[in-house]
């Protein structure tokens, strides 16, 4: 949000490309966590194969429609106003994820760190198959 307010008040072109770089960091971020929080969720359920599928379509459309709304809000409100609504965008996004909340599975330990959770998660991914072509 900080970093869409700041765009209406730069004046070279290295500040565009650094603000740009930050604001691109948090979708690099978001788009593995985000799949990878469903399984949490959906714990050993039928319903997971399609909240998969659904949270897939959503981020689709959503990819596809920001820059189709932003064009049409551009011929109607001025740029600066749209960093502004895009902020508040972000106040709202950050909002409801603060307010929702992920199930604790029991069989977990809750209290742990990175550094006890990394072995497990290596012998995972060493054991998981992954397809080298088309499967």
Request: glycine content about 2%; overall charge positive.
């Amino acid at each position: 949000m900080v970093i869409a307010l700041m765009l209406p008040f730069v004046t070279e072109t290295w500040q565009i490309y650094l603000l740009v770089f930050v604001l691109q960091s948090a979708p690099a971020t978001f788009t593995p966590a985000f799949p990878s929080l469903i399984p949490a969720v959906f714990v050993r359920s039928r319903a997971y194969p399609q909240a998969l599928s659904l949270s897939r379509l959503a981020y689709d459309f959503e990819s596809q429609l920001s820059p189709l709304s932003a064009a049409a809000l551009l011929t109607v409100v001025s740029y600066n106003n749209l960093f502004v609504g895009t902020a508040i965008g972000f106040a709202g996004s950050a909002t409801l994820v603060l307010a929702s909340r992920i199930p604790v599975r029991a069989e977990e330990p809750v209290s742990t760190t990175l550094w006890q959770r990394l072995p497990l998660g290596l012998k995972i991914f060493a054991r998981t198959i992954r397809c080298v072509s088309s499967c």
